[in-house]
């Protein structure tokens, strides 16, 4: 299950077993998703983990070029 959660930051929920894992991502554009953080919790996502989340959005839409990985190809 996803839901909105603020700033343009959602959540993701799945369990597994009986652990609930929530992560936590926001869209780059209409194609891509990028995670912003990961945790574990019974309840609520806490207000720590969202403005950790919310930041590290801002520090990625600073620059999104320095977080892109681009391989080389090589002429073999």
Do not use: C, W
Not at 1 to 21: F, I, K, P, T
Not at 47 to 59: G, H, N, S, Y
């Amino acid at each position: 299950m996803a839901d909105y959660l603020r700033d343009g930051l959602y959540e993701l929920r799945v369990r597994v077993r009986r652990q609930n894992h929530r992560m936590l991502f926001f869209f780059h554009g209409q194609a891509v998703a990028i995670l912003a953080h990961g945790l574990t919790k019974e309840e609520r996502v806490p207000v720590r983990d969202i403005e950790r989340a919310l930041r590290r959005k801002m520090l990625f839409q600073a620059g999104p070029e320095r977080q892109t990985h681009l391989e080389e190809l090589s002429d073999a």
